[in-house]
């Protein structure tokens, strides 16, 4: 997780596990302490994020079993 500036502006690039992909955002500032406030308020935001759970091909079976 970084920041950069492109055209002026802070991004933030991070790595997205859930989608397995690296994500850029817009801080949509052109100051370094508001662009690192956002970086602060984004990590925070995404660790209270749930994390979704896996459910196995055989935990599904045992469901739809019981549900039927």
């Keep these: 997780m970084f920041l950069f500036k492109r055209r002026g502006i802070y ?5 997205d596990e859930l989608e397995n992909r690296k994500k850029r955002i817009s801080t949509k500032s052109r100051l370094r ?3 690192l ?12 994020t ?3 759970k896996f459910i196995s ?3 599904i ?3 739809y079993c019981w549900y039927i």
Aim: hydrophobic fraction near 35%; aromatic fraction near 18%.
């Design 33 to 35: 302490p508001d662009a």
């Design 50 to 52: 749930s994390k979704v």
């Design 61 to 63: 079976e045992a469901e």
């Design 11 to 15: 991004y933030l690039e991070y790595f």
């Design 37 to 48: 406030k956002f970086l602060t308020d984004f990590k925070k935001k995404l660790s209270d």
């Design 57 to 59: 091909l055989k935990e």
